[in-house]
């Protein structure tokens, strides 16, 4: 079975809700149903976010937090750039990295980054299978 990764991006406070809406959009924008979903995936610098542990509990999958070296070796398969966040951050998006990194070296977007109003949420799926 494939890895189907969904990458998090968020403002400091966003509510579990919004995550939780945002994933279920990037899914149906990705064609894929929500039980294929692997886990929820943030860069470790996002430690402190309870909207994304939350939303993570309330959909019964695990959170994974990334580590910076693993985050910048997916950011070349990212689709997107911020300046904005390349500014925060250092990457060219936290989302997008976060999906393609949680998915594994091999991975693939299937969905770019979605934003609402405080996260941005983008969908990988490992190179296996």
């Given amino acids: 079975m494939n890895i189907v990764a969904a990458g998090f991006g968020c403002r400091k406070g966003c509510e579990a809700q919004e995550i939780i809406e945002l994933a279920e959009l990037a899914m149906a924008r990705a ?3 929500m039980r294929h979903l692997s886990g929820l995936f943030a860069p470790a610098f996002k430690h402190g976010e309870t909207g994304l542990a939350e939303a993570a509990r309330r959909l019964g999958l695990p959170l994974v937090l990334i580590p910076e ?8 398969r990212a689709i997107t750039v911020s300046e904005r966040v390349v500014a925060l951050t250092g990457l060219a998006s936290v989302a997008e990295t976060a999906a393609l990194a949680g998915a594994g070296p ?9 934003a609402s109003r405080s996260a941005t949420c983008a969908i990988a799926v490992s190179g296996q299978g």
């Fill in 31 to 33: 064609e894929l149903p």
């Fill in 69 to 76: 070296p693993m985050m910048k070796a997916a950011e070349p």
């Fill in 106 to 114: 091999t991975s693939r977007l299937v969905q770019p980054r979605t």
